[in-house]
């Protein structure tokens, strides 16, 4: 238990972190953050703190959804946003293209990194993958179909707000996927819980 409760605060903390390095790239930023983005914007509150109130927001959906959150659910909607705003105030803007690539993907493996940490901690699902997660349960359609309705809505309104769609978000897209399969198996606590071997050695 202290090893799970210590990785879901990691997890989540550096999750914000990434995110904001990505932002500090200038490049593009995933979906939820061009949301975020476009937001702060026009309501002049932090990137951070909207996105801990889109979190709240969002919550509330899972009600028609019948979704019960978890303890991890509520710690991601207070600490993501808290630890991308923080972080923000602490990393300046990159400048030069070689530094914007730099800080971009350094974000994307941060955000990788953090959510097989807080994921693999296993004490519910993030706001966010929760709404997918019930929508596929209660109106029967795929994971990736959810995924890409909610994704591809925020996208189009972030953007439209002026959040910042690029070569960033593609890269965004493309990478996380591939790079939480590899971490996820690394930092699942109940495949340690259990002595298992982690799945990336066991295909060795």
């Not at 090893?3 to 200038?26: K, N, P, W």
């Not at 019948?66 to 923000?88: C, D, E, F, H, Y």
């Amino acid at each position: 238990m202290p090893r799970r409760v210590m990785q879901l605060f990691v997890g989540l903390l550096l999750y914000g972190a990434g995110c904001a390095l990505t932002i500090q790239a200038g490049l593009g930023v995933d979906p939820w953050t061009v949301f975020a983005q476009g937001l702060s914007l026009h309501t002049e509150v932090g990137i951070g703190w909207i996105t801990n109130i889109l979190g709240f927001f969002v919550l509330l959906l899972w009600i028609p959804l019948r979704q019960k959150p978890g303890v991890g659910t509520i710690a991601n909607i207070l600490l993501v946003g808290t630890s991308m705003q923080v972080t923000l105030w602490l990393i300046p803007p990159a400048v030069g293209i070689a530094s914007q690539i730099a800080l971009l993907l350094g974000g994307i493996v941060t955000v990788a990194l953090a959510s097989g940490l807080y994921i693999g901690a296993r004490f519910g699902p993030g706001p966010r993958d929760g709404l997918m997660t019930g929508m596929n349960t209660r109106l029967g359609w795929p994971i990736w179909a959810c995924r890409a309705l909610v994704e591809l809505t925020v996208l189009l309104i972030g953007w439209l707000l002026g959040g910042t769609v690029g070569i960033g978000t593609v890269l965004f897209a493309l990478l996380i996927g591939p790079l939480v399969h590899v971490a996820l198996p690394l930092l699942d606590t109940r495949r340690a819980a259990r002595g298992e071997a982690p799945a990336a050695q066991a295909v060795h």
